[in-house]
Each structure stands twice: as C-alpha cells, then as structure tokens.
C-alpha cells in the first residue's frame, strides 16, 4: 500500500492543472509521475480504461481517470469543502466548472497552436518528455503535436477567425482582472470548484504557454496572481490586508463576476444550444445501448455544432461531456425550493444564462468504471 496518492500527467496538460491544484489546495499528499512513465501504461491505464490524463492512484490501489471524478472522489469523502452551500454561489460554482473545462477550449487552443514562433520551442520539449523513452520518440512527439493542432479546428478554431477568438477572450480576461482586483478567488476568500474548473484553461495554456503568458502578466496581473494563488497550498492572499475566510456572506455574486459570466455566455450558450441538436440528431440515428461508452467529444464529421456568436459563424465538434457536467447544474437546481429557484433564475437571466437550464440530450450520462456512458 502506497503512503500518499499518485497523479499521473504532464505540465502543460490542461486538465491536470485542475486535480493537481485541487490536490494542493486541499493538503491532499500526492506525487506527480508523468504519463510517459512506465507504470502509466502498465498499471493505470488498464484500471483507468483510456490513456487519458489525468488519472489519479489511490493509496489502496484504485485508479481514477479525468479531473471531474477526482474532485468529486475527495469531495464526497470530506464533506464537499469546496462545494458553497447556498443556492446561486453553489450553481454558479458549477456552472464556472462546465465553462472552464468545456467553454474555453478555443482560445486555449488558439494561443497554444497558432503563436509557433513565440510558443513552439517551448512545447517541443514539454511535448517530447511527456513521451516514454525508446525507439521513434521523436517521431511520436510530432504525431502527439499535430493531433493536438488539429483538435483547435474541432473546437472551432478555424483560420479566419482569430480575432474573434482573441477580442472574446481579451474582454473575459479583463472581466475576470477587473473581479480578482477585489478578491482573491471567484466567490470570497478560498476555492470553490468553479475556481479548479476555471483554472484548466488559464493555467496549462493560458496561463504557461510564452504568448498567453506574456498577455497575461501585460493585461491581467489580478488573474496572473489568482493562478499562483490556485498551485499554493496556502491562501496566498497577502495583498488583501484584510482576508476574510471562507465564501462571500448572504450568497452574494458581485457584480463584476455576473459581468464575467454575461461575456462568457456570449459564445458558451449559442454552442451550448448547437451542440444539443447535434448530439441529439445523433442520438435518433445512432441510438446507442444502454452502458455504451459515450465518446468526449463525437467530432465534427458525425455531428457538428453551427453557431453564431457576436455575428461569427462558427462550427464545432459536439461534446457529450459538456452536457456530462452541465446535467449538475440542472440537478442542483432541480432540487432547490420554487423560491430558491426564482432567485436563482434571476441571477442566470441577469447572466444570459438562464437558457442553459433547460438545455438538455435526450438522453442521460452517467459514470461507470472510468468511463462516460449512456444511461
């Protein structure tokens, strides 16, 4: 039996960035062994079903694969630390979950793949030892490389709209500037799980990789402090002379963070919408099995999500998985009072995102033995 927990990724990985910050911020003892490693291959990834990172070895051997189910994993253990217990910071906390780990994956892509001359050497060498030693290394590396610059056209990266990418998420981050001038982390004083889901974009991508992070400490050194806020196990609030604890009082949302939001809506709502009638067109024709795999993303050949946003027409690979995360949201507010409910729809209309409420697949998704799959 091991003595502490072992996660399994690689620096630049977006989605390590949020279990491994949830594991510092939570005093969680852990070691980190790259998925080039060899006991990835051996050990985890039977367990884990996908060679997907991250994936986390528990101290009595369990295997947990992708950063949602490792947060959930410790957060049901202990109470939900980082859970808000009242209504609109609780709903807004998991909507910032959904939106980080699925809405933001164009501009993270974006600054990853099409700065090469700012970006490339940096990457080359992050890529390269992420990969096992041996034989045809090199040539893995640049296989590994192009499949992820590809992944930016799925996500809707195309070349011709780069400005749009760049004008969205220039006003988000000056949003979210403006909203960590006041307090250290999205709803108060400590992290919520918004805040882990958020950092999986600003961190690994847009928050390391040479050009964003150039960007980044020029325009947003609120949002610069806020990620070396989230990899200290400490508040790392010292520029507030006087912190408070725990999550703002009365469920408030500032307004500066419902001016975040409202920017972010602009494009997560319309793909959001597009991606449903996708999945569900899909659904009609494919009809999968119950406890059949649901693939993360189905891609744009077998079901493409076209919208516009700020009058860009854009086209995306539908992601099963957002829905994945956005049926907590719709769960959490199902289960609120008819007045918690109004007060809380208020709040998502004053957003532009009272729809994704009622945004749904016409089928469930569940979690069974590492994978998603079709309830």
């Known amino acids: 039996?091991?003595?502490?927990?072992?996660?399994?990724?690689?620096?630049?990985?977006?989605?390590?960035?949020?279990?491994?910050?949830?594991?510092?911020?939570?005093?969680?003892?852990?070691?980190?062994?790259?998925?080039?490693?060899?006991?990835?291959?051996?050990?985890?990834?039977?367990?884990?079903k996908l060679a997907t990172i991250p994936a986390l070895l528990t101290p009595t051997g369990e295997v947990i694969r992708d950063g949602a189910a490792i947060i959930e994993y410790f957060e049901v253990r202990n109470d939900r630390p980082c859970r808000?217990?009242?209504?609109?910071?609780?709903?807004?906390?998991?909507?910032?979950?959904?939106?980080?780990?699925?809405?933001?994956?164009?501009?993270?892509?974006?600054?990853?793949?099409?700065?090469?001359?700012?970006?490339?050497?940096?990457?080359k060498y992050h890529f390269l030892n992420a990969q096992r030693l041996g034989p045809n290394r090199q040539e893995k590396t640049d296989y590994v490389m192009d499949k992820m610059r590809f992944a930016g056209r799925m996500f809707g990266v195309s070349d011709t709209n780069h400005e749009f990418v760049e004008s969205l998420y220039m006003d988000f981050?000056?949003?979210?500037?403006?909203?960590?001038?006041?307090?250290?982390?999205?709803?108060?004083?400590?992290?919520?799980?918004?805040?882990?889901?958020?950092?999986?974009?600003?961190?690994?991508?847009?928050?390391?990789?040479?050009?964003?992070?150039?960007?980044?400490q020029r325009e947003a050194i609120h949002v610069y402090r806020w990620i070396e806020r989230m990899n200290s196990p400490q508040q790392d609030a010292a520029e507030f002379f006087e912190a408070g604890e725990g999550y703002l009082s009365d469920d408030l949302i500032p307004e500066t963070l419902i001016d975040v939001l409202r920017i972010l809506a602009e494009d997560f709502v319309p793909e959001t919408r597009a991606a449903a009638n996708a999945i569900n067109g899909w659904l009609a024709d494919a009809n999968p099995p119950k406890?059949?795999?649901?693939?993360?993303?189905?891609?744009?050949?077998?079901?493409?999500?076209?919208?516009?946003?700020?009058?860009?027409?854009?086209?995306?690979?539908?992601?099963?998985?957002?829905?994945?995360?956005?049926?907590?949201?719709?769960?959490?507010?199902?289960t609120l009072s008819s007045d918690e409910q109004v007060t809380v729809k208020s709040l998502l209309k004053r957003c532009d995102l009272d729809e994704v409420l009622d945004i749904t697949l016409e089928r469930r998704l569940g979690c069974e033995g590492n994978l998603e799959i079709w309830l």
């Open 173 to 216: 981050l000056r949003a979210l500037d403006k909203h960590l001038a006041s307090v250290p982390y999205l709803l108060g004083w400590k992290p919520c799980i918004g805040d882990f889901g958020l950092l999986a974009p600003m961190f690994a991508h847009l928050g390391r990789d040479p050009k964003p992070l150039a960007i980044m």
């Open 291 to 334: 406890g059949k795999r649901a693939a993360r993303y189905l891609g744009q050949n077998e079901s493409k999500a076209e919208f516009t946003a700020r009058g860009e027409q854009l086209a995306a690979g539908a992601q099963p998985y957002r829905f994945y995360l956005l049926q907590r949201v719709q769960d959490h507010f199902g």
């Open 84 to 123: 808000p217990k009242s209504p609109r910071q609780r709903l807004v906390s998991d909507l910032f979950d959904v939106i980080g780990a699925e809405g933001l994956l164009r501009p993270a892509m974006h600054y990853r793949w099409n700065f090469p001359n700012e970006n490339l050497d940096f990457l």
């Open 1 to 48: 039996m091991l003595d502490k927990y072992t996660l399994y990724g690689i620096p630049h990985s977006l989605y390590t960035g949020r279990a491994r910050s949830y594991l510092i911020k939570n005093g969680i003892p852990f070691r980190e062994l790259s998925c080039g490693h060899e006991s990835f291959k051996t050990e985890i990834v039977p367990k884990a």
